[in-house]
Nanobody
Framework: QVQLVESGGGLVQPGGSLRLSCAAS????????MGWYRQAPGKERELVAT???????DYADSLKGRFTISRDNAKSTVSLQMNSLKPEDTAVYYC?????????????WGPGTQVTVSS
């Protein structure tokens, strides 16, 4: 099993910044992709950004330029720097990892951290 612990959510004013972090631990051979997804009230969960072990990144088109994803392979952590936040960024943000196991790959989700952008 793999455990994901997220941190860094909270309340921020429009235009402000937040940094989310997620630490993975447990039984895994290697972490392939790490990423962040979000789900706003009444909407489906959507991709925010992912980062491969090589450092290659993928972002939702609407978030490019405001959000930056990074990872530390040695610490099995992934972070999301969010700048120029807007009210529409309000959502629960979920950490996601794809790991190698003895029987293949497996995807894990964190419990989610609330981000609220409001004045």
């Amino acid at each position: 099993q793999v455990q994901l612990v997220e941190s860094g959510g909270g309340l921020v004013q429009p235009g402000g910044s937040l940094r989310l972090s997620c630490a993975a631990s447990g039984s895994m051979f290697s972490i392939y992709t790490m990423g962040w997804y979000r789900q706003a009230p009444g909407k489906e969960r959507e991709l925010v950004a992912t980062i491969a072990r090589s450092g290659s990144t993928d972002y939702a088109d609407s978030l490019k330029g405001r959000f930056t994803i990074s990872r530390d392979n040695a610490k099995s952590t992934v972070s999301l720097q969010m700048n120029s936040l807007k009210p529409e960024d309000t959502a629960v943000y979920y950490c996601n990892v794809v790991v190698a196991t003895s029987i293949g790959t497996k995807t894990y989700w964190g419990p989610g951290t609330q981000v609220t952008v409001s004045s």
